[in-house]
């Protein structure tokens, strides 16, 4: 089935326990918002659900029927889309050649890498320069894009509109509601109140 | 019957995939450094000044053909261990490395940044050993089986390196100092190897001919061992 499942999930640092016993279900349309104080372990559960990292215990599972998404089962061999502060994107290539090389490595020719750019509000005319002239919010709207590539149906983004303007922020949101709508899962971790006051079908605080 | 097409099927299009993403790395990789130059700038620059001051001290000495062949790799080594150790540090420390993580299957990453360090090597070669052989002219020349030594021993010198360099790059701190330190007992059985086998390239001895010869087929193993065994440790070193 097309469900993401986190089953008893548990996070630690050493001695420092930063989360345990996190389990949930989501079903295609799910928008999942994820809060708590900043180094509660939102980003580690993120990670965790993408791939990257590897809880203490417990299992995430997509789909549900499959084996569970391990460090040696990553995100790259699945359908899901992961954008996050500790992904960085190649600073002396272009916005166009990332996007290109990154969906080649999923194995994706001709993927219409202007279209991606200007949905995200970001000059088609500087696709060509590199990204270590863009600024803070531009990279992210890049990041966004990146996250995008190949459509997944899982899209995990933590702390999305932490350095965007009103015009990134409401690009992000149509993108969310866009893919809801269309049957996808959203995952999300934010610090910002009205975000989670407003986003999300589904709740999750980690920590007290 | 079936079955098996299909998992032949399956792992010749993984196959596949996994090359292609392979040969993207080495382009990206290939791109920004003729963008950077960080590597290729280090590595020349290190090979040039070495081999000026090498000559510089020993042009007047008459030197044997095995002291010629150790100084030789002493400087080919150095002069590629200077830019070896940053194709995952690089990665590492400009928080590209999760995104690679994310896109790339873990064997296709070494494999990209095998053929990138390979290709550095060649360079470090290329630059040195003409520019060494004018200065440091040996009693004779068996191009031939020189160039065999170079292949090989670059082969080992790239694949232990590039390992090597995985390893060291999720250290916190000291990751040069930690890179020659964890290279050094990996790479000696090699540089030995490569020394006695130059030594056959340089003379006229026929014993050290053949000692060349049978150092090329140790060379060889020592470059397959290590590839074959990187490649299934990789994915243990490259995910946390």
Redesign the interface.
Same mark, same amino acid.
């Given at each position: 089935m097309d469900v993401l499942e986190a089953d008893d999930i548990a996070m630690a640092y050493g001695p420092r326990v930063l989360f345990r016993n996190v389990s949930f279900t989501l079903t295609p349309g799910d928008f999942l918002i994820v809060t708590g104080r900043n180094g509660a372990g939102k980003s580690s559960l993120l990670k965790i659900l993408? *791939?990257?990292?590897?809880p203490i215990a417990g299992v995430v599972r997509y789909p549900s029927d499959a084996g569970a998404i391990t460090?040696?089962n990553?995100?790259?061999e699945l359908p899901i889309g992961?954008c *996050?502060p500790?992904?960085?994107?190649?600073?002396?290539?272009s916005a166009a050649?990332n996007l290109t090389?990154?969906s080649?490595?999923? *194995?994706l020719a001709n993927v219409p890498v202007r279209d991606l750019i200007s949905q995200f509000g970001l000059d088609p005319k500087r696709s060509s320069e590199?990204v270590s002239s863009y600024s803070t919010g531009m990279r992210q709207r890049l990041k966004h894009a990146?996250s995008l590539v190949g459509s997944p149906r899982v899209l995990i983004w933590d702390e999305p509109t932490a350095t965007l303007d009103s015009n990134g922020r409401k690009l992000a949101e149509d993108v969310i509601s866009s893919h809801t709508s269309k049957g996808g899962i959203f995952i999300v971790a934010t610090n910002v109140d009205d975000e989670a006051e407003r986003w999300g079908t589904k709740k999750l605080r980690i920590g007290p | 019957m079936k079955p098996n097409a299909g998992v032949q099927k399956s792992f010749g299009s993984d196959l596949k995939?996994g090359l292609?993403?392979a040969g993207?790395?080495f382009k +990206?990789d290939l791109?920004?450094e003729f963008?950077?130059r960080y590597a290729l700038g280090s590595v020349s620059l290190f090979s040039l000044t070495t081999v000026v001051a090498v000559s510089g001290a020993l042009s007047s000495q008459n030197l044997h053909s095995d002291v010629k062949a150790a100084l030789l790799w002493v400087v080919l080594l150095f002069a590629a261990m200077s830019g070896l150790a940053r194709v995952f540090v690089r990665e590492v420390e400009?928080?590209?490395s999760?995104?690679? +993580?994310?896109?790339?299957?873990a064997a296709?990453v070494y494999a990209g940044k095998l053929l990138f360090n390979l290709a550095l090597v060649a360079a470090v070669e290329l630059i040195t050993v003409p520019l060494y052989l004018i200065v440091l002219p040996p009693q004779v020349i068996h191009p031939g089986l020189l160039i065999a030594v170079l292949a090989l021993g670059g082969l080992g010198l790239s694949s232990a390196a590039t390992f090597v360099a995985a390893l060291i790059a999720q250290a916190k701190s000291g990751k040069s100092a930690l890179f020659f330190t964890v290279a050094f007992p990996v790479l000696m059985p090699l540089l030995l190897v490569a020394v006695k086998s130059t030594v056959g390239a340089f003379d006229l001895v026929p014993t050290h001919e053949s000692q060349a010869v049978s150092g090329m087929y140790v060379l060889a193993c020592y470059s397959v061992v290590t590839t074959t065994a990187a490649l299934l440790l990789f994915?243990y070193v490259w995910?946390?």
């Open positions: 993408a *791939g990257l990292s590897r460090n040696a990553p995100a790259n992961y *996050g500790d992904i960085n994107i190649y600073d002396e290539l050649e090389f990154f080649g490595l999923r *194995g590199p990146l | 995939h292609h993403s993207l790395i +990206k791109q920004v963008r950077t400009s928080g590209t999760d995104a690679l +993580k994310l896109y790339a299957p296709s994915e995910r946390d």
